[in-house]
């Protein structure tokens, strides 16, 4: 494997692996306990993220803004919105290091569309 081509494959395995942290520490900013989400934080930034391509560590920052600013009654409009920046955030990432990913949002409901 060539040495980009084991960034790449790195660097989605650190997202994948890491990322989802966010919804652990966003639900501490959102009911205003910044103080607890700070120090779970302190530890990945002390232990994890500098073990982690930097990317990780930024679209985790990403991820917590837009899972605190995240409404319960967001319309479906401003819920596509929503998802398209999350999706943007973790493309960008990977477009750093010259890969190309592709999004398809399917909204059909199950069993609607069988090519989906």
């Known amino acids: 494997m060539s040495e980009e081509g084991a960034a790449q494959l790195l660097l989605v395995g650190d997202l994948k692996g890491y990322v989802d942290l966010a919804l ?3 639900p501490f900013y959102r009911m ?3 103080e607890q989400a700070a120090q779970l934080e302190a530890v990945l930034s002390e232990y ?3 073990r982690l391509r930097p990317e990780v560590e930024r679209v985790y920052e990403d991820l917590k803004g837009f ?3 995240l ?5 479906a409009v401003a819920l ?5 920046r999350v ?6 990432a990977l477009r750093d290091l010259g890969m190309e990913p592709g999004f398809i949002l399917d909204f059909s409901e199950k069993g609607e569309d069988e090519h989906a």
């Open 32 to 34: 205003g306990r910044a």
């Open 87 to 92: 999706l943007e955030s973790l493309g960008q």
């Open 71 to 75: 409404l319960p009654d967001l319309s």
């Open 67 to 69: 899972y605190v600013e």
């Open 80 to 84: 596509v919105d929503w998802g398209g």
């Open 24 to 26: 652990e520490t966003a």
């Open 48 to 50: 994890v993220f500098p």
